[in-house]
């Protein structure tokens, strides 16, 4: 009997998924047309990324009308933007309020309201009064061409008179720090006027545009250093001590650096499934173990794995997020005994998408090292048969110590570090009495915003609920603001007002713990929309952000089984595991 054919299937190309699948090509000859893509050499760019197919499938052009909102200080955006034509508003100072943006004013909850709830939630979930679903008359929304939802605000001049703003202008730039950084929103920009052109260019092709193109890349990298870098500097303990001057001849000579799947929930969620979501040979080397420091890496946004060889494989011992430092020690060890250095003593690996700036090590040692008190510094080295002693590297071990190396990779794998406040049930205390779900459920219009089951590792489950990420992939797409972290605390929340039950949320989140439901009226019926179809909104966990107490869930738990725990803090998470 003949062998069996194999299954031939076509490799995934850079153009499967255009940005505009309808871009007609005279429009991206066009575009090459337009300052600065007409000063670019298409030479300098490789046949398989040439300048016209970036243009022509990572670009889109869009067109707005005056008042319309461009970007929202505070979402997370994935592409940049060049004024075409027209021009733009940014507004500065201060910021328009949270309704006119899409989403809810904070208010908490009274003590009468709290106890009312439990005998005046309606037995149908997720009850709206016509009242609650109006939105604040500042703004409005249309559809646009493809029923795309544009938010544009209804008083322009009052809100300029109100507000200081600044003009951007055709050839000027805005919002690719966000884009390359995966952080939010510094501003809301707006359209100023009626026929405003913008060209959006996603990440993937304003990397390939800055990676082939040196007067891009020069001119983005001078607009991040001036708007972004000299503040996040300022904020690491160790640079707060050098001058200007030395500060200006630092970020001079940082680099910039991504690592890892930019869009990587939906990478995550197939490989969820198919069992292999954490398999540390998929994960991009930053730096690697044995190598000589070159640098401090100091990570700007995402995760990454610290791990050290062990046998014939790695094993994790931490995971560093923004904010963390890595190299550190070892260049700060050889700076103090130049006669016996030692190589950076961990691997570190990207985890989904990582940004980091470098800082050189020649820089480190010639002007930052001298300034910083000796009190500041990581304590002495000891280098005792080749072994490398350090206090602040172990530091940074001993919390996965004591929660076990298999809880550790469990909660990498997974990604569960991403949370700021993660469900965790101990599964030896909990009764399954679904008090939590109860509690939920009466906070939250009958509609318990969670599922009691998960993920489990030993007697440890991680709940289907919202973890309130660090990187809430998430907020990344709402047309109209409507998820976002509230003004509070950083929770992330939806605003059922401006919620169009797009799913946009749903299909993003990599953990499923946000649900679409059908809404209801003051009488219980069904609300439906004028083709006669259910009204659906998008609703999640919100830490009940609006109740006294924090968390009902926790707070209902009759035996300290549930608690609602950030991750990141690995001290607090062992102690909890071991009360």
């Given at each position: 009997?003949?062998?069996?054919?194999?299954?031939?299937?076509e490799?995934?190309?850079?153009?499967?998924?255009?940005?505009?699948?309808?871009?007609?090509?005279?429009l991206?000859?066009?575009?090459q047309?337009?300052?600065p893509?007409?000063?670019?050499?298409?030479?300098?760019?490789?046949?398989?990324?040439?300048?016209?197919?970036?243009?022509?499938h990572?670009?889109?052009?869009?067109?707005?009308?005056?008042?319309?909102?461009?970007v929202?200080?505070?979402?997370?955006?994935t592409?940049?933007f060049m004024v075409?034509?027209?021009?733009?508003?940014?507004v500065?100072?201060?910021?328009?309020?949270?309704?006119?943006?899409?989403?809810?004013?904070?208010?908490?909850?009274?003590?009468?309201?709290v106890?009312?709830?439990?005998?005046?939630?309606?037995?149908?979930?997720?009850?709206?009064?016509p009242?609650?679903?109006?939105?604040?008359?500042?703004?409005?929304?249309?559809?646009?061409e493809?029923?795309q939802?544009?938010?544009?605000?209804q008083?322009?001049?009052?809100?300029?008179?109100?507000?200081?703003?600044?003009?951007?202008?055709?050839?000027?730039?805005?919002?690719?720090?966000?884009?390359?950084?995966?952080?939010?929103?510094?501003?809301?920009?707006?359209?100023?006027d009626?026929?405003?052109?913008?060209?959006?260019?996603?990440?993937?092709?304003?990397?390939?545009?800055?990676?082939?193109?040196?007067?891009?890349?020069?001119?983005?990298?001078?607009?991040?250093?001036?708007?972004a870098?000299?503040?996040?500097?300022?904020e690491?303990?160790?640079?707060?001590?050098?001058?200007?001057?030395?500060?200006?001849?630092?970020?001079?000579?940082t680099e910039?650096?991504?690592?890892?799947?930019?869009?990587?929930?939906?990478?995550?969620?197939?490989?969820a499934?198919?069992?292999?979501?954490?398999?540390?040979?998929?994960?991009?080397?930053?730096?690697?173990?044995?190598?000589?420091?070159?640098?401090?890496?100091?990570?700007?946004?995402?995760?990454?794995?610290?791990?050290?060889?062990?046998?014939?494989?790695?094993?994790?011992?931490?995971?560093l997020?923004?904010?963390?430092?890595?190299g550190?020690?070892?260049?700060v060890?050889?700076?103090?005994?130049?006669?016996?250095?030692?190589?950076?003593?961990?691997?570190?690996?990207?985890?989904?998408?990582?940004?980091v700036?470098?800082?050189?090590?020649?820089?480190?040692?010639?002007i930052?090292?001298?300034?910083?008190?000796?009190?500041?510094?990581?304590?002495?080295v000891?280098?005792?048969?080749?072994?490398?002693?350090l206090?602040?590297?172990?530091?940074?071990?001993?919390a996965?110590a004591?929660?076990?190396?298999?809880?550790?990779?469990?909660?990498?794998?997974?990604?569960?570090?991403?949370?700021?406040?993660?469900?965790l049930?101990?599964l030896?205390?909990?009764?399954?009495?679904?008090?939590?779900?109860?509690?939920?459920?009466?906070?939250?219009?009958?509609?318990?915003?969670?599922?009691?089951?998960?993920?489990?590792?030993?007697?440890?489950?991680?709940?289907?609920?919202?973890?309130?990420?660090?990187?809430?992939?998430?907020?990344?797409?709402?047309p109209?603001?409507?998820?976002?972290?509230?003004?509070?605390g950083?929770?992330?929340?939806?605003?059922?007002?401006?919620?169009?039950?797009?799913?946009?949320?749903?299909?993003?989140?990599?953990?499923?713990a946000?649900r679409?439901?059908?809404?209801r009226?003051?009488?219980?019926?069904?609300?439906?929309?004028?083709?006669?179809?259910?009204?659906?909104?998008?609703t999640?966990?919100?830490l009940?952000?609006?109740?006294?107490?924090?968390?009902?869930?926790?707070?209902?738990?009759?035996h300290?089984?549930?608690?609602?725990?950030?991750?990141?803090?690995?001290?607090?998470?062992?102690?909890?595991?071991?009360?």
């Amino acid at each position: 009997m003949p062998a069996a054919l194999p299954l031939i299937l076509e490799r995934p190309q850079r153009w499967d998924a255009s940005f505009d699948p309808d871009m007609p090509a005279a429009l991206a000859e066009l575009i090459q047309g337009l300052a600065p893509f007409n000063e670019m050499n298409p030479e300098g760019f490789p046949k398989r990324l040439a300048l016209r197919d970036i243009l022509q499938h990572d670009t889109r052009l869009r067109r707005y009308r005056q008042g319309e909102i461009v970007v929202r200080a505070g979402d997370h955006g994935t592409s940049a933007f060049m004024v075409v034509s027209g021009g733009v508003r940014v507004v500065l100072n201060p910021e328009l309020p949270a309704s006119v943006l899409g989403r809810r004013e904070p208010v908490r909850k009274g003590l009468l309201r709290v106890l009312a709830q439990l005998w005046s939630n309606s037995r149908e979930p997720e009850r709206f009064k016509p009242s609650q679903l109006k939105q604040d008359a500042r703004v409005g929304a249309r559809k646009d061409e493809g029923d795309q939802v544009k938010i544009f605000l209804q008083d322009v001049p009052r809100i300029l008179d109100a507000h200081r703003t600044a003009v951007l202008n055709p050839g000027d730039f805005f919002g690719e720090i966000a884009a390359l950084s995966r952080m939010p929103r510094t501003a809301t920009v707006f359209a100023q006027d009626d026929n405003t052109e913008l060209l959006e260019i996603r990440w993937q092709g304003l990397r390939d545009l800055m990676r082939y193109d040196d007067k891009l890349r020069a001119h983005i990298d001078k607009i991040y250093r001036e708007r972004a870098l000299a503040a996040h500097l300022r904020e690491i303990p160790i640079f707060q001590h050098l001058s200007d001057a030395d500060l200006q001849k630092v970020m001079a000579r940082t680099e910039f650096g991504t690592y890892g799947d930019y869009d990587w929930s939906g990478d995550y969620k197939r490989l969820a499934q198919a069992g292999h979501a954490g398999q540390a040979e998929k994960e991009p080397v930053v730096a690697q173990e044995g190598d000589y420091p070159n640098g401090v890496v100091l990570i700007r946004a995402g995760f990454a794995r610290l791990s050290q060889k062990f046998g014939h494989g790695h094993r994790t011992l931490n995971y560093l997020g923004a904010g963390r430092d890595y190299g550190l020690a070892e260049i700060v060890h050889n700076w103090r005994n130049p006669g016996n250095p030692v190589p950076l003593q961990h691997t570190l690996r990207s985890i989904g998408y990582t940004h980091v700036l470098v800082i050189p090590t020649a820089i480190m040692e010639t002007i930052v090292l001298p300034t910083v008190p000796k009190a500041k510094l990581p304590p002495p080295v000891q280098v005792e048969d080749d072994a490398f002693v350090l206090n602040e590297i172990e530091n940074q071990t001993d919390a996965a110590a004591k929660i076990g190396a298999d809880t550790l990779e469990f909660l990498t794998e997974n990604r569960f570090f991403n949370g700021t406040a993660s469900m965790l049930i101990d599964l030896d205390r909990c009764t399954r009495c679904d008090d939590c779900v109860r509690a939920c459920a009466a906070s939250h219009d009958n509609n318990p915003r969670f599922l009691r089951h998960g993920l489990t590792n030993g007697k440890i489950m991680v709940a289907n609920a919202c973890m309130h990420c660090v990187d809430p992939v998430c907020m990344i797409g709402c047309p109209t603001g409507a998820i976002h972290r509230d003004a509070f605390g950083g929770e992330v929340v939806i605003n059922p007002t401006t919620c169009i039950g797009c799913k946009a949320c749903f299909n993003n989140c990599p953990y499923d713990a946000i649900r679409m439901v059908e809404i209801r009226d003051g009488e219980g019926e069904l609300m439906v929309d004028k083709e006669m179809k259910p009204i659906i909104k998008a609703t999640k966990c919100d830490l009940c952000v609006e109740q006294i107490g924090g968390p009902s869930c926790e707070r209902a738990c009759p035996h300290g089984a549930l608690k609602r725990m950030n991750l990141n803090d690995l001290d607090t998470f062992a102690k909890w595991l071991k009360r």
